[in-house]
Nanobody, 123 residues
């Protein structure tokens, strides 16, 4: 089970930190990812991190502003979001997979999903 939290309302240029806590599984055996879905749009890839945390990947739209990290001792993955823009407004979902692969940008690649947390960035 994945439980995402940390969403909220923030002004443009501000920061938010999302967390996703995992239970019931061996967290270190899973690669983790963050996706987001804005109203009327498809779910899109934001970032991913390998099982050990050594490999990180970002969507071009968030590169340099967002940082994904993973604490295997706390069974938690984080998404630090800085310099937020109104276009970052979306429901953010965490996801887990046993591997990372070239299809990691596709929602169908991921095995497990959290319930989502809403991030709203005002202009």
């Amino acid at each position: 089970q994945l439980q995402a939290s940390g969403g909220g309302l923030v002004q443009a240029g501000g920061s938010l930190s999302l967390s996703c806590a995992a239970s019931g599984r061996t967290f270190s055996s899973y690669a983790m990812g963050w996706f987001r879905q804005a109203p009327g749009k498809e779910r899109e890839f934001v970032a991913s991190i390998s099982r050990s945390g050594s490999i990180r990947d970002y969507a071009d739209s968030v590169k340099g502003r967002f940082t994904i990290s993973k604490d295997n001792t706390k069974n938690t993955v984080y998404l630090q979001m800085n310099s937020l823009k109104p276009e970052d407004t979306a429901v953010y979902y965490c996801a887990a997979s046993t591997t990372l692969g070239p299809s990691r940008g596709r929602p169908g690649f991921w095995h497990y999903w959290g319930q989502g947390t809403l991030v709203t960035v005002s202009s």
